[in-house]
């Protein structure tokens, strides 16, 4: 492909002779898919934890070994879709995904589900590592904000729809069908995709896979992941040890991708300093997404007494407004710009978070429904002018490498939200029971609160401080372009 070739199909887009749209509504049935089971395990754990007579620290790992599994291979597969085939790797996805929800359903220890979430975190991987940049490639530059947008949509829709479509099944079915619905829908978006997609291998230009960076990194990243997330029961000397492997193997990562000829990880982008404060940003908004998202189920059916179902219907709030804000988010982006809508939605995303911190034991049903609207249509308006910034800014040979970066660093943030605000709520109700507290205590709800009220305003903060820096660089862009026009 020559040159003048690559620049039309990055303004133009190129769907290889497949509608556009049908290609948009494909990726987007597998996005919803794989974010949906991200977070529809939140509102099951509970019941769970009884269903597999696990401890809270134990049954945990069903939702953070799917993130954590799913952080380590995105890199990989978004530099493998780059090479061989984003379309090829994304159906690979779906593929893998809907065996690895079928092994969830038919596992009846946690060892055995723990197992299954790892694989569902593979396919989950393989599948999310390429979506961007299938659109990307696809859409013309004046309409890939709307595009993006609807991705931005139906990924925040399935994580926040996670907890209502769970509190449902629970509520009804066996813990095991918040697993098995996804095979029946993998299957038809496997079947779909190869009516949609366009097949079409691109040029590899000799272009190979850093197979000894590959080893490096996967296992690194895992096992840093893994102890730090272990470090949150307490620091052994088997944890520190599995922690200082992993650093070891990143290390070694770093210093290999310095010597190949092609690296697995393309440091160049990086050096576009408003692609790492873009992506920055994603990463703290997912970590607050992450921390809401475990927060508030528990705070609903602990605190508050609120049964599965009854919690599910009060999550319901949150789709709905990221349903309506997300594809206008992008419309508007298309013709204003995308910075200052993401500027704004980082605004109102602090504000939402710093207002749920504020629940107690007597906080009304519409002051709930409205504080967690608000925080939701604060991500909604943000995701998706951020998702255009980021890649945006990357060449067409880097779109893969562009989407499992963003897909790393949304992955990444949640876990880093949900462990590290695991620890947070626990250290601050250990504080105001005067013990060490590693689970709810029963008829005290001062307790969880006193922790959970800390966990949203360290959250909110941490918000402000990306709506801080988007507002920076976005300041600074304007002084800029004055200056010249002066």
């Known amino acids: 492909m020559n040159e003048s070739q690559r620049i039309h199909d990055a303004v133009e887009g190129n769907t290889h002779g497949k509608n556009k749209w049908a290609i948009l509504f494909t990726v987007l049935v597998m996005t919803f898919m794989a974010t949906l089971d991200s977070s529809i395990v939140n509102v099951a754990l509970p019941v769970m934890r009884k269903a597999l007579d696990a401890g809270l620290d134990q049954i945990q790992w069903v939702s953070s070994v799917y993130l954590l599994t799913t952080c380590a291979a995105l890199l990989v597969f978004g530099r493998l879709g780059d090479i061989y085939g984003k379309v090829r790797f994304f159906q690979v ?89 996804n095979v029946p829908v993998g299957v038809v978006s496997l079947l779909v995709g190869f009516k949609t997609l366009p097949h079409v291998a691109p040029e590899r230009d000799g272009r190979r896979l850093d197979v000894a960076g590959s080893l490096l990194l996967v296992p690194g990243l895992f096992l840093t992941f893994v102890s730090i997330t272990l470090l949150e029961a307490g620091v052994t000397l088997q944890v520190l040890g599995m922690l200082g492997i992993g650093l070891a193997l990143l290390v070694a990562f ?37 921390v809401y998202e475990l927060m508030t189920p528990f705070y609903l059916q602990d605190a508050r007494g609120f049964a599965p179902d009854v919690a599910g219907l009060i999550f319901c709030v949150i789709p709905l407004a990221n349903a309506i804000a997300g594809p206008i988010s992008g419309a508007v982006s298309d013709r204003i710009g995308c910075e200052r809508p993401a500027i704004l939605g980082l605004f109102v995303f602090a504000s939402g978070l710093l207002s749920l911190g504020f629940f107690d034991e007597r906080t009304t049903l519409p002051v709930i429904l409205a504080c967690l609207g608000a925080a939701s249509l604060g991500t909604s308006i943000f995701q998706s002018p951020n998702n255009s910034l980021v890649m945006g800014s990357l060449p067409a040979e880097a779109l893969g490498f ?17 462990t590290g605000s695991t620890s947070l709520l626990y250290g601050q109700m250990s504080v105001a029971a005067g013990k060490r507290v590693t689970a709810y205590v029963a008829g005290r709800p001062d307790i969880f609160l006193y922790g959970y009220r800390w966990v949203y305003v360290v959250t909110a903060i941490l918000v402000f401080a990306g709506f801080s820096l988007a507002l920076a660089r976005y300041v600074r862009k304007r002084s800029r372009s004055r200056a010249r026009r002066g």
């Open 402 to 418: 562009g989407g499992s970066v963003a897909a790393l660093a949304r992955y990444l943030g949640m876990a880093v939200g949900i």
């Open 93 to 181: 996805g779906v593929a893998v995904f809907a065996a690895g929800s079928l092994l969830c359903g038919m596992a009846s220890t946690l060892e055995l589900l723990v197992v299954a979430r790892a694989i569902q975190g593979i396919g989950g991987a393989a599948a999310m590592a390429n979506n961007m940049g299938i659109i990307t490639e696809s859409f013309p530059a004046r309409e890939r904000g709307r595009a993006l947008g609807l991705l931005a949509s139906f990924v925040a829709l399935g994580m926040m729809c996670g907890p209502v479509l769970g509190g449902f099944i629970v509520s009804s079915m066996p813990w095991e069908y918040i697993f098995l619905i």
């Open 254 to 290: 770093v210093m290999v991708e310095r010597r190949v000829k092609d690296p697995l990880v393309m440091f160049s982008v990086f050096q576009d300093r408003g692609f790492v404060a873009n992506l920055v940003c994603l990463f703290i908004s997912f970590v607050a997404i992450g």
